[in-house]
Nanobody, 123 residues
Framework: QVQLVESGGGLVQAGGSLRLSCAYS????????MGWFRQAPGKEREFVAT????????YYADSVKGRFAISRDNAKNTVYLQMNRLKPEDTAVYYC????????????????WGQGTQVTVSS
């Protein structure tokens, strides 16, 4: 069984920063990429960023490009999402996910999901 555990969420003022972490553990799984998604109240889950384990290639949603940075530590089986210049519209539950396909923006291409961590940005 694969487990993904997110941490690092919290309350921050607009313009501030947070770093989310996602620790991966469990059985061997051909995970080629990890992704971050978010879901705000009353809205659908949306893609935020993805990273390929092998070379660190990253891809971002336009709404976070230039403000967020995804990275990974292969030795620790951990993926990070550094979020800078946060805006109130970034408020959401953030989920990490593991994909056996590769970097993808579609949630259905991710096989395993974490429980989510709340990020709240006050204005």
């Amino acid at each position: 069984q694969v487990q993904l555990v997110e941490s690092g969420g919290g309350l921050v003022q607009a313009g501030g920063s947070l770093r989310l972490s996602c620790a991966y553990s469990g059985r061997t799984f051909s995970t080629y990429a990890m992704g971050w998604f978010r879901q705000a109240p009353g809205k659908e889950r949306e893609f935020v960023a993805t990273i390929r384990w092998s070379d660190g290639y990253g891809y971002y949603a336009d709404s976070v490009k230039g403000r967020f940075a995804i990275s990974r530590d292969n030795a620790k089986n951990t993926v990070y999402l550094q979020m800078n210049r946060l805006k109130p519209e970034d408020t959401a539950v953030y989920y990490c996910a593991a994909s056996g396909v590769g970097p993808a923006t579609q949630a259905q291409l991710y096989n395993y999901w974490g429980q989510g961590t709340q990020v709240t940005v006050s204005s």
